[in-house]
């Protein structure tokens, strides 16, 4: 067998998880092997680091990635070039593709897909429908449950109690939720029917909507002792509810609901059109309050492309109009090192946000932060590089970004994914791919974890 290929990281200051120093990390084959700053060994490469940061690749457990079925919109290859540049080493994708991941058959079958062709790791929920409660038992090879309590892109409703009763009772894997109440949305989408305002879509889903959806999904999780993971908090009100958390429950909150609020409906039209909805610069601010309080413990995007064409129809607040979502994850990091370097946040709680949690919330192995014996997926980011997003620039299949034209500073410069450079300064390389990612759920998750 050939020698591991052996990467020195030399002198960079190095987010660890007891904090920053400034050291050197040798990475050999896919692992970091060592974190120390006298280490000098006869590497292959070394990689000179002063001045900036070395952070572990960032983990996005929320992605729609479009594949199978809708690959007009993105692919596993196009979205995790922009992850690769983007500093995004692991994604966890959503279940509504077509057909929708809702067996281990079709989980199977994804997974063989993702080996093919994704540039960064890989890992897929199984999507509980009001019926497939055996294959939600069955499953392995996913970090957990996703169910829409409330619908979006795609069909996959599970709005009945009884459904869902048996399924936080039934089921052992972590659930996961988009939580936006079905009956509340439809009454104000009756309400406002005929509408082609989008600032609509927030009268539509409503503060209400999503309120009244979080407290039943928390209710079910607490009765039936099940981990529960809120995807998209979206109100300051949800973040108050999820500080009762009684070592079962974790949120997250997407950069756009941090950074938007419905007074962008007037610049950006239905590019900011997702769901749940944009809502107040109070809630912006309750968001961001909860997070650095850590009440909310992740950072993800919740990248839903769509083509500009799609999203250039009339708003609608019934089927048929401009569709919800977004892309994001090639700009994300780059938008919360942004508050970073305006002195909102420091890049010790981007980790912890972004890297960190998400891999104790879905029990990920290895990954998520930089010590020995952990996969080399890491990224290194220059705080002083100051750029502007562009559309044309893009690297998803939709090509466009609701930043375009916004000046962030803090970049991604190079990015590693299992111990291969898979982009730097610019340029991507396409032969690197990923690995599936593995999960260990006796580990009990985000409260349980403090190995
Ligand atoms: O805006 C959204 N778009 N929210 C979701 O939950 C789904 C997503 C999509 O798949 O388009």
């Known amino acids: 067998m050939p020698a591991a290929r052996k990467t020195l990281i030399e002198g960079a200051t190095v987010v660890l998880p007891t904090g920053s120093v400034c050291t050197s990390v040798l990475v050999e084959g896919t692992k970091i092997a060592a974190i120390d700053p006298a280490v000098h ?11 900036l940061h070395l952070l572990p690749g960032v983990i996005d457990d929320q992605v729609h990635f479009r594949e199978p079925g809708l690959t007009h919109k993105e692919d596993l290859h196009t979205a995790t070039r922009a992850c690769a540049k983007g500093g995004v080493t692991t994604f966890l994708e959503m279940p509504n593709t077509v057909p929708t991941t809702t067996t281990v058959a079709r989980l199977s079958d994804k997974l063989a897909l993702a080996a093919g062709k994704c540039l960064v790791n890989y890992g897929f929920y199984i999507g509980a429908t009001p019926h497939n409660l055996a294959e939600l038992i069955q499953t392995t090879r996913t970090p957990g449950i996703k169910i829409f309590i409330g619908s979006s892109t795609g069909e996959m409703l599970v709005d009945d109690q009884a459904a869902l009763e048996a399924i936080f009772a039934e089921t052992t894997l972590p659930i996961c939720a988009h939580c936006e109440d079905e009956t509340t949305v439809r009454a104000n989408a009756v309400r406002l029917a005929g509408t082609t305002n989008v600032a609509d879509h927030s009268r539509v889903r409503d503060h209400a909507a999503a309120i009244i959806a979080t407290r039943r999904a928390i209710d079910l999780a607490f009765r039936h002792r099940h981990r529960f993971h809120v995807l998209h908090v979206s109100t300051g009100d949800e973040a108050d509810l999820v500080a009762d958390h009684r070592g079962l429950v974790t949120a997250e909150v997407c950069p756009h609901h941090l950074l938007f609020n419905t007074d962008d ?35 993800a995007t919740d990248h839903a492309p769509h083509t500009l064409e799609e999203k250039q129809k009339p708003y609608s607040p019934v089927h048929g109009g401009s569709p919800a979502g977004l892309p994001a994850v090639e700009n994300s990091l780059a938008l919360v090192l942004n508050e970073a370097s305006r002195g909102r946040c420091t890049i010790d709680e981007v980790v912890r946000w972004m890297c960190d949690a998400p891999a104790r919330v879905w029990d990920i192995v290895g990954k998520g932060r930089i010590e020995v014996g952990y996969d080399a997926d890491l990224v290194l980011v220059d705080l002083n590089k100051t750029a502007t997003v562009r559309n044309e620039e893009q690297e998803t299949k939709c090509r466009w970004s609701p930043w375009d034209g916004v000046s962030l500073t803090g970049w991604p410069v190079r990015t590693w994914v299992l111990g291969r450079e898979v ?27 403090d190995y």
Do not use: C
């Not at 060994?41 to 001045?51: K, Y």
């Open 41 to 51: 060994t006869a590497a292959d490469e070394v990689v000179p680091a002063r001045g």
């Open 265 to 299: 409906y007037a610049r950006l039209g239905t590019l900011v059109q997702m769901n749940p909805s944009l809502k107040t610069a109070d809630d912006n601010r309750r968001l961001w309050q909860a997070l650095v309080a850590g009440r909310i413990q992740v950072i």
């Open 423 to 449: 982009f730097r300064d610019g340029r991507i390389d396409d032969s690197v791919r990923g690995g599936e990612a593995e999960y260990d759920h006796s580990r009990g998750g985000y409260w349980a974890s």
